[in-house]
């Protein structure tokens, strides 16, 4: 029997369509992003030193880490903050859940 996959599902702002993705408990949805290809911004490397990393999580929220003050405080200086914002890199994955995931317009300013 085959155990229940931990699944992401990303929808893009780009136009482009929904993506969903297996990804292993202990990967955050800012790597499984990464190893698939999807643009997500990280200029901290992923270390709650940024916001550039903002997604907003739609359903599944309820299965990922507490948010922490200092992810808060990031969240407050992202673009158009929302009820349902998250930082990427923050957001590790448990076995066995199910999460639908956007991920706002990116821009790339300068480097
Ligand atoms: S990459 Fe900087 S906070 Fe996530």
Redesign the pocket.
């Known amino acids: 029997m085959s155990v229940p996959a931990t699944t992401i599902t990303f929808q893009l702002s780009n136009g482009q369509p929904a993506q969903t993705h297996v990804a292993a408990p202990g990967e955050s949805v ?1 790597d499984v992003a990464l190893n698939n290809g999807i643009q997500l ?13 903002h997604i907003y999580v739609n359903s599944g929220g309820e299965h990922l880490p507490e948010i922490s003050d200092k ?1 808060e405080d ?1 969240i407050d200086r992202a673009e158009n903050p929302r009820i349902n914002s998250r ?4 957001c590790i994955v448990a076995a066995n859940t199910q999460l639908v995931v956007t991920i706002p317009p990116q821009h790339f300013l300068g480097h």
């Open positions: 800012l911004q990280h200029n901290c490397g992923g270390v709650c030193g940024c916001s550039t990393c992810e990031f930082l990427a890199c923050q």
